[in-house]
């Protein structure tokens, strides 16, 4: 990541608003944790932008975003 992207913080320090999770895509394949999925948090929303590229950002307001909080948290108990 350039230090001129969105969300990239001085070199060397962590952004507490972003995050680098490996995850799995099935339709590109790979290896498991191959992928990288991309959440920041900006002006109130959730982004999610797999792969890192911008083509598809998944944008969750707050009631999404507890949706879906509250779902995994009920899967993993």
């Known amino acids: ?24 895509c099935t339709v590109h394949g790979g290896p498991r944790g191959f992928t990288n999925l991309v959440v920041t948090k900006r002006d109130g929303f959730i982004e999610m932008d797999p792969h890192v590229t911008g083509q598809c950002v998944i944008i969750f307001d707050e009631k999404a975003v507890t949706e879906l909080f509250d779902a995994i948290g009920e899967w993993l108990g």
């Open 1 to 24: 990541m350039n230090a001129d992207q969105p969300g990239a913080g001085p070199r060397g320090k962590r952004d507490p608003n972003r995050r680098v999770i490996d995850v799995h």
